[in-house]
DNA sequence: AGGTGCATGTAACAGGTTACATGATTAA
DNA sequence: TTAATCATGTAACCTGTTACATGCACCT
C-alpha cells in the first residue's frame, strides 16, 4: 500500500525509470514521446521532482558537468513500488479532451457555411500531428514494447481523423453544390 | 474586431445562441452533448455569465417560476458577433488531450504483463462511452446539423477505439502465448 | 563575440473541479 | 413525507502554463 501518485509524478516516476535522470532530460523526452496524450512543463516537473525526494521516492544527487549544475535521480525502492502499484492498478483511468474544433463543429449550423472550413483547419492540424508521429517512428525505428504500442496507437488514430476530414470535407461540399444547384 | 472569447465564453455564448438561457440548462444540455470534447461546471458557468453580462456580451433579466429563482440570458448584438468572430476564424484551435490509460501503455514494458490489462480498460472506457454517444443519438433523432456531425464523428472514433484495443488485446494473448509455448 | 543548447528554477496567472450552502418544486 | 429535480452560487483547492531570470558550455 504505497502513497497514491499525483499527475505529473507518474510521467516522471516513469520517465527515471526508463533511465532518464534530470528534470532537463525528462522534458525532452516527455517532449519527443508523451506529450501528444500527457504533456508536461519545467513548472510541473521541477517543483514535483523536489515533492518525489521529500516523499522517498526518489534520491537526487548533484552530478554536474564541469560547472554546469546537473541533478542524477534515480528511483528509491519505494519509488519502483510505487510506479508498479500505478502500472498495475487499471482502474478509475483520467481521460480528459478538450478539441476546440469539435467545439466549433457542433456549433458550426449557427453560422452557416462555417463547417465546411472547420473540418478543413481540424485535418490541417492533424494532418500536422501525423507527420511528426511519422518523424518520431523514423528517427527511433528501435524502441521499447510500450513506446512503439503508443505510437502506432497514435499514428492509426491521427490518420482515421485525417480519413474523416477529407471524407467530411467531400461531403459537406458536395451537399453545398447541391443546394447552390437546385 | 469583437474581444476574444474565454474558453467557457464560447460555449456559453453558443448554447445561449442556441436557446438554453439559464445557468442551469446550459450545464445540462454540455452534459449531454460537447462534454466528451469539452466539459464546463457550475463554477466556471455561473461567474462566466456574470463576466459576459459585464462584457456586454450577454444580457440577463429574472425569470421566476413561483418563488424559485431562474435567470434567463440572451445574447446581445455584441454577443452574437462575438460567437460569428469565433465561428468564422478557424486558427489557433486548442486540443489538449490527457488519457492515462495511454500513459500506462507507454510504460507497460518496465513491469511486463500489464499491457494486455490496460489495453482491455481502455477497450471497457471506449465501450461505455459509445453506449453513451449511441443513447444520445437514439434518444434524439432529429438534431441541428453541428450536433449530428459531433455525435458522428464521437462515434466513429471511439468506434475505431474498441476496434484498435481488441485488435490488439488479441496480437498481445497470442504473443505471450507463444513465448510461453516456445 | 554571439547564438544555440544544456540546465535549473520561480512567480504570476489561467483555468477548472469539488464540495458545500441554500432553498423551491414536483412526483412517489 | 421524502426523495429527486430545479436553480443559484461560492470558497478552497488543484493542476498546469507562460514568461522570466540565471548561468555554463560549445560551436562558428
Redesign the pocket.
Known sequence: MTAPL???GRVILGMIARGKR???????LVDRSTRYFW????????????RLEEAGLVRGRSDP????????YELTEEGAAALRDWLTDATGLTYEL?DEAMLKLFFSDLEPGTALETVGAMRTLHEAKREQLRAIRAAAPEMPAGPALTLELGLGLTSWLVDWCRATEERLARESHVKVEV
Open positions: 499525483s499527475a505529473t534530470s528534470g532537463y532530460e525528462i522534458k525532452q504533456a508536461a512543463s519545467y513548472g510541473q516537473i521541477y517543483p514535483e521532482l523536489r558537468s564541469g560547472a554546469r549544475a546537473k541533478m542524477a478538450r
